[in-house]
């Protein structure tokens, strides 16, 4: 199966502020990726598939990015209601994996 | 509008069987994969297997041996059922339906298990 390490496990930042999470694939997994935000209480909701393309509805201040094994997600300007875990996913192969989340909180 | 609702038992008696169904709209089970992820209390995501839109199935190899998923294409409903609980199995069990390109584009609302006696 395709490892997916998760970086960082927490993080706090400031309302305006730019933040970005890692992800990394124990190979190269085509672009095949996708993250979700989840706040709490509910259930996960796709931000970004296939790397860096939006899902319909959600805001422009998230992009993602990268190739290969590394991906980001960075969210630009950032506001009250981005506070949430945030989680990548493999879907380039069988079994789609997932990283363990980044919890992102206000300063 | 894509929709996705589970529903089941919040509470299972340990070594018992747990049975979950997913009743969708908006969509039809025969056009779209289906995926069963569970997710326990503060932890992360863990895939438990799909239904296929043809018909088949595949399943995480950890759970092969406790785990069947199957269908009523005419409820538009998807079923899971997993055997021999334990107190691991206690979280928070989510499907959702998977996109074009394969990523999870909809989830349910999700349904809490407790496994205890």
């Known amino acids: 199966d395709i490892q997916m390490t998760q970086s960082p496990a927490s993080l706090s930042a400031s309302l305006g502020e730019t933040v970005t999470i890692e992800c990394r694939a124990s190979e190269d997994i085509y672009n095949g990726l996708a993250w979700y935000q989840q706040k709490p209480g509910k259930s996960p909701q796709l931000l970004i598939y296939n790397a860096n393309s939006l899902h319909t509805g959600v805001p422009s201040r998230f992009s993602g990015s990268g190739s290969g094994t590394q991906y980001s997600l960075k969210i630009n300007s950032l506001q009250s209601e981005d506070v949430a875990s945030y989680f990548c996913?493999?879907?380039?192969?069988?079994?789609?994996?997932f990283g363990a989340g980044t919890k992102l909180e206000l300063k | 509008q894509v929709q996705l609702m589970e529903s089941g038992p919040g509470l299972v008696q340990p070594s018992e069987t747990l049975s979950l169904t997913c009743t969708v709209s908006g969509f039809s089970l025969t056009s779209y994969n289906v995926h069963w992820v569970r997710q326990p209390p503060g932890k992360g995501l863990e895939w438990m297997g799909v239904m296929w839109s043809g018909g088949s199935t595949d399943y995480n190899s950890a759970l092969k041996s406790r785990l069947s998923i199957s269908r009523d294409t005419s409820k538009n409903q998807v079923f899971l059922k997993m055997n021999s609980l334990q107190s691991e199995d206690t979280t928070t069990y989510y499907c959702?339906?998977?996109?074009?390109?394969?990523?999870?584009?909809?989830w349910g609302q999700g349904v809490m298990v407790t496994v205890s006696s």
């Open positions: 996913q493999q879907y380039y192969d069988y079994p789609p994996t």
């Open positions: 959702a339906r998977e996109g074009i390109v394969g990523d999870f584009d909809y």
